[in-house]
């Protein structure tokens, strides 16, 4: 018995605050003043399409991060690739208590992506991937939270509840 989610960013509005930028910038090298001659292009290393390249390159390469949780019996493993390869367990020993809790991404952690809680609360730690507002919140023994975001909260507090009559994990709430 075990629980898998996978999720990624999705920033596709992005793209379109690119494109709105791109359009201005290569209309103001391309028209202004009769535009800019290959020449000038070429001393300066292409830099007004290089600036309009490299924004949707990045956006596109953050999207292709994935982020792969799973729950079992032995505890809570995770992976966040490109940045983490291989699963990071988190074993039921080490945790304190699991539960699903409410959040703000902008107001809580600042944004989206692998995030510290504002105000210098370095200790809480968030993978927010979606632009929900529920997610598994993980409290450690030593002090440390752990959030992760999830798609399926609702099979994923079932999954939790099933868990915890079936093994006695005390850390689930």
């Known amino acids: 018995m075990e629980f898998e989610e996978k999720q990624s960013l999705k920033l596709w ?6 494109a709105i930028d791109a359009v201005i910038v290569l209309s103001i090298v391309l028209f202004d003043k009769g535009g800019m ?3 000038t292009l070429k001393t300066t290393y292409f830099a007004p399409f290089w600036a309009v390249f490299l924004p949707f390159a990045i956006i596109y390469l953050l999207q292709k991060n994935k982020m792969t949780l799973q729950i079992g019996a032995e505890g809570i493993s ?3 690739f490109p940045f983490q390869t291989k699963l990071k367990l988190l074993n039921w020993g080490n945790i304190e208590k699991v539960y699903i809790n409410k959040y703000n991404a902008l ?3 600042g944004g989206f992506g692998v995030r510290s809680r504002l105000w210098f609360k370095f200790n809480d730690k968030a ?3 979606n632009d929900k507002d529920k997610g598994l919140q993980i409290e450690f023994k030593n002090g440390k939270k752990l959030l992760f975001s999830s798609n399926k909260i609702e099979e994923l507090q079932m999954f939790l509840i ?6 006695n994990i005390q850390a689930i709430q």
Request: net charge positive; no cysteine.
């Open 127 to 129: 993978y927010i991937l």
């Open 37 to 39: 001659s290959f020449e």
């Open 162 to 167: 099933n868990l915890k009559t079936r093994y």
């Open 107 to 109: 107001g809580d952690y």
């Open 78 to 80: 995770y992976k966040y």
């Open 13 to 18: 509005w992005l793209y379109i605050l690119l």
